[in-house]
């Protein structure tokens, strides 16, 4: 990083940080009330689990609900969102979808003569590169003439093994090297040529090149006449040839709806603050659309291969830019882009095309202003240098010292297969963001009582060691007191994973078993992984209890292709989380990418301060007369479920897991634990023996190990008469069960 990029991200915190002593900085924790949730109104789904009504709203409310300040009652907006089209619910697909579809390329022929026909490879004339294997090949034959489609003229631009004329003709071996980084080495004996020109020197407008060449028999090897454009005459467009957005759907279901709620002053605070300037971040809830078009529905992608871009990107990254001065200061230039395949690419042919400087991936300070300097750094050149470590002014101070283009929000999802998925994330992110330490891990409680103690007694001095030697990633995370099982190199991902098994902690943490502990972070960053696909890792994450994750909204969907820096930038995200920064402005100082098809999952109010964490030593406290008991049975057996409800304590935060062991007359013994920590476990005993007997206990346990357990239940199992076999349904409830 170089010192001007340090001076001005110290110039925008000098003022707020002046005479504060690093721990983070004063206003680095939103408000609540500095949160909007937006929640699909036109969902139609209430599944199994849930509370009656709507999934979308529900999961909305909670959030409120759970976020609401107990002092001063401040709590998140929320927004239910419908669409605005007769009979259409584009909120109810996964993309919005869009009539419009011709703007991919974001321009628009002006010049004379036809069209192009494909506009999305359109040739550039002042790029024209051909490439012609050895094979026998009889060089001095080799011609090139350019022809002007507009007035018929023609031109002779190489013959006998040189130019003709004033237009240069640049002669080199193969291109080297992939995507946009080849080079053009010397011509070598056996190793082919590359011809390369700018025909626009020979005609204005649109031209037709011709090259013709014959192996040393006399035969024609190649005769070939290639289609070019003169990138003056396009110009940049919004709507692209039918004058209809591409982006029309989204803007009118999407966008413009959360401008009015932002900008309406209705809703802005008592002083005329209004909520545009107030919110920080937003949240996408279970039910909303995970894409929509990029801006102007103009594609992009991260390298030179078509199949790389797309279209859809993710609906949180427009919403992160929605006051993006997109169309007033973002004018982009028309350029030349090389594309690999595309057509006449057997020929040897090397499609530039012309298009615009929107297609190239949005990455870094140009876009992201907000990123920190380092972010990523490791891939620039193989660079071994670890990161600079220093205090960042609040998220609200810095968009304050930022030019009105770069007007961003923090926007995240939380979502999951089901409503209960969702919830969990919210109760693990409180959970954590009150107790997350490095004891939360059996591992580490086990090697503490080992050395007769119950808590690391240095941690303040383990973070100071952190920021002296200047520790990133897994080794921050070891010298912190953390277990590291990483399965993504360095970076100290997965984080906080339990542990298989009895809970000995003596295997091997592994998420996909165990699941992970509140405030555990994981994520894939493979082609595949995206919200559109059923198979994707993102929804094993969720259902295993992640409480920060990433994935691609759409995949293999007309989305950008994932990249290894598409998500967060693990290094930066856990050192500034770790020391009072929200998620949600730790993920816009951990990632590179805007308007593309990143979701990143996770509460934004996540705040695990590792300053003010603690240990929690509280047993659970679970109410008798939440505790309920369900019997049913099938045509041989009977199964017992058992819920409950923890009552919610915002001061003390809490999520158990519950184990129900019960044995019969016969000693037998029926055992079942819930798999994750909830705020409302459920299990289910099978194959229980009708006309029988049981003893029961009930126990709860929390991630810090702390039990409680419940009086002995006694219930007994009915025979199971023919009558009875009829109506396997038949279910019996138990409620009010006594605690210790």
């Known amino acids: 990083m170089n010192l001007l990029t340090y001076t001005i991200f110290w110039c925008m915190s000098f003022f707020f940080l002046a005479n504060t002593a690093w721990g983070g900085v004063p206003g680095d924790k939103a408000s609540p009330a500095q949160v909007l949730v937006i929640y699909n109104a036109d969902w139609d789904k209430d599944g199994a689990g849930s509370e009656p009504g709507q999934d979308s709203r529900e999961v909305a409310d909670y959030y409120a609900q759970m976020h609401t300040d107990p002092l001063t009652g401040k709590k998140p907006h929320l927004l239910g969102l419908s669409c605005v089209h007769w009979q259409k619910k584009h909120l109810n697909e996964w993309k919005i979808n869009e009539d419009s579809q011709d703007n991919k390329n974001g321009l628009i022929y002006k010049g004379k003569g036809s069209t192009p026909e494909d506009p999305n490879w359109v040739r550039d004339s002042r790029s024209v590169e051909i490439t012609i294997p050895e094979n026998n090949t009889d060089w001095d034959s080799l011609v090139i003439r350019c022809r002007s489609d507009i007035t018929g003229e023609e031109q002779v631009l190489y013959r006998h093994g040189k130019r003709v004329g004033d237009v240069s003709v640049q002669v080199s071996g193969p291109p080297r090297g992939r995507y946009w980084n080849r080079s053009f080495p010397l011509v070598e004996p056996g190793k082919g040529r590359c011809f390369r020109l700018d025909a626009s020197m020979a005609f204005s407008g649109p031209v037709t090149v011709f090259l013709a060449v014959k192996d040393l028999e006399g035969n024609p090897l190649k005769d070939i006449n290639l289609k070019y454009f003169d990138r003056q005459d396009f110009e940049y467009t919004i709507t692209g040839p039918d004058g209809k957005s591409d982006e029309k759907n989204l803007n009118e279901d999407v966008l413009l709806p959360v401008k009015k709620y932002l900008e309406d002053p209705a809703n802005a605070l008592p002083d005329g603050t209004l909520l545009k300037n107030h919110i920080l971040y937003v949240v996408l809830v279970h039910g909303m659309p995970y894409s929509g078009n990029s801006v102007f529905g103009i594609e992009h992608g991260a390298t030179p291969n078509p199949a790389d871009h797309g279209v859809s990107g993710s609906l949180e990254q427009r919403l992160q830019t929605l006051y993006y001065g997109w169309d007033t200061h973002f004018q982009p230039p028309i350029i030349s882009m090389y594309m690999s395949g595309g057509p006449d690419y057997k020929d040897g042919v090397a499609n ?263 240990i929690d030593r509280k047993p659970p406290v679970v109410s008798p007369s939440a505790i309920i008991m369900e019997m049913s049975h099938d045509m041989e057996k009977y199964q017992a479920s058992f819920r409950t409800s923890l009552d919610y304590d915002p001061e003390n935060p809490e999520v158990v897991r519950m184990v129900v062991r019960c044995e019969d007359r016969e000693k037998h013994v029926f055992q079942a634990s819930s798999s994750l920590y909830s705020r409302r476990p459920e299990i289910r005993l099978a194959e229980l023996p009708p006309g029988n007997s049981f003893n029961c206990e009930i126990s709860f346990d929390d991630p810090y190990g702390n039990i409680s357990e419940v009086v002995p239940l006694v219930f007994q199992t009915k025979k199971i008469t023919w009558a009875g076999k009829l109506w396997k349904g038949t279910v019996d409830v138990i409620k009010d069960i006594e605690l210790n």
């Open 352 to 614: 530039h095309i012309i298009t615009t400087g929107l297609r190239m991936q949005l990455t870094g300070r140009r876009w992201n202003p907000y990123i920190h300097p380092d972010t990523y750094s490791f891939l620039h050149n193989n660079n071994k240098t670890p990161p600079s470590f220093f205090p960042v002014a609040p998220l609200q101070e810095r968009r304050k010292n930022l030019p009105p283009q770069y007007f961003a929000y923090g926007v995240t999802r939380i979502d999951g297969s089901d409503a209960e998925e969702a919830r969990q994330i919210i109760d693990y992110s409180l959970y954590a963001t009150r107790y997350l330490r490095p004891e939360m891990d059996c591992n580490v409680r086990q090697r503490l009582r080992g050395e007769g103690s119950g808590a690391l007694q240095d941690l303040p001095a383990r973070m100071a060691k952190v920021e002296k030697e200047n520790l990133w990633g897994k080794k921050e995370l070891e010298t912190l007191g953390f277990v590291v099982y990483s399965e993504t190199g360095g970076d100290g991902l997965p984080f906080l994973v339990q542990s298989t098994g009895d809970g000995s902690c003596l295997v091997e943490p592994k998420w996909s078993e165990a699941g992970f502990y509140p405030g555990g972070m994981g994520r894939r960053v493979i082609s595949g992984n995206g919200w559109n696909s059923k198979k994707a890792e993102i929804w094993q994450y969720l259902e295993r209890g992640v409480s920060v994750s990433a994935c691609g909204a759409p995949v293999f969907g007309g989305g950008p292709h994932i990249t290894n820096a598409t998500f967060w930038d693990n290094r930066i995200l856990m050192r500034y989380l770790f020391r009072g920064k929200d998620l949600g402005e730790a993920f816009l100082l951990s990632t590179m990418y805007v308007n593309w098809s990143t979701s990143l999952i996770g509460d934004p109010l996540l705040n695990p301060d590792l300053n003010k964490t603690v």
